[in-house]
């Protein structure tokens, strides 16, 4: 935890929150507080919003109504971005220039980094930790290209966590993904909520997650259930 995180300010607070896309509702009136060190899992139906709602909490979408608050700042005012890391749903990272699974994870140094600063020992090693955490040190060379789709996924895990992010919302990580690196996620998370991160992940079902979520909530036709 940050020292400049309050233990009782908490960490994503959405108020009333209602998202309209194409003039249909897809939120209505979702309250949702996660507070430091907190993991949670946001389950649901396809459809019911899971994922309209972490983009609308983390700025992508924008809110019909209601509120967020990132860190006691409304999400309007934020700018800290290198306390977020955001990993979406699954998606290929392979198109485009060329690169290496590490030149990859590097990039989440970036918010880390002052503009035109080199990356110096601290970003070097907090790649290497990343990829060590979600088991591909091993493949720091090799072109992204060349990995399996739960592979790229487990990369684009790395770069996020290379950022050191104190809250890290993912929209469903293990989707499509293989058994081996749907567990090999779980444990990265672990390893994370351990070190006193503050953890937000949408799933449809729990499976290797289980052990390590504290606390679930359910939507239901864009409302809270329970």
């Known amino acids: 935890m940050s020292a400049t995180t309050?233990?009782?300010?908490?960490?994503?607070?959405?108020?009333?929150?209602?998202?309209?896309?194409?003039?249909?509702?897809?939120?209505?009136?979702?309250?949702?507080?996660?507070?430091?060190?907190?993991?949670?899992?946001?389950?649901?139906?396809?459809?019911?919003?899971?994922?309209?709602?972490?983009?609308?909490?983390?700025g992508l979408l924008p809110l019909a109504a209601g509120s967020?608050?990132?860190?006691?700042?409304?999400?309007t005012a934020f700018d800290a971005w290198e306390r977020l890391g955001y990993v979406p749903q699954r998606s290929t990272i392979s198109q485009g220039v060329p690169a290496t699974v590490r030149e990859v994870v590097s990039a989440g140094r970036l918010a880390r980094r002052r503009p035109l600063r080199l990356s110096g020992a601290a970003d070097r090693r907090a790649v290497r930790?990343?990829?060590?955490?979600?088991?591909?040190a091993d493949r720091a060379n090799q072109p992204v290209s060349t990995l399996s789709g739960g592979q790229q996924?487990?990369?684009?895990?790395?770069?996020?966590?290379?950022?050191?992010p104190e809250l890290l919302v993912l929209d469903e990580p293990t989707a499509g993904v293989d058994l081996f690196s749907q567990q090999a996620i779980a444990d990265a998370l672990?390893?994370?909520?351990?070190?006193?991160?503050?953890i937000l992940v949408v799933l449809h079902e729990l499976g290797p997650f289980e052990p390590l979520i504290q606390r679930t909530v359910l939507l239901r036709e864009g409302r809270v259930a329970y």
Do not use: Y
Request: no cysteine; hydrophobic share 45%.
């Open 6 to 58: 309050q233990p009782d300010v908490p960490v994503l607070r959405v108020t009333g929150g209602a998202v309209i896309l194409g003039g249909r509702p897809i939120l209505r009136d979702v309250d949702l507080v996660v507070r430091p060190g907190d993991v949670v899992a946001l389950l649901g139906a396809n459809g019911s919003g899971k994922s309209t709602l972490v983009k609308a909490a983390v």
């Open 68 to 75: 967020v608050q990132l860190f006691g700042r409304p999400l």
């Open 129 to 136: 930790e990343a990829l060590e955490t979600v088991g591909l």
């Open 153 to 164: 996924q487990r990369v684009l895990m790395a770069r996020t966590l290379a950022g050191q």
């Open 190 to 198: 672990a390893t994370r909520a351990r070190a006193g991160s503050t």
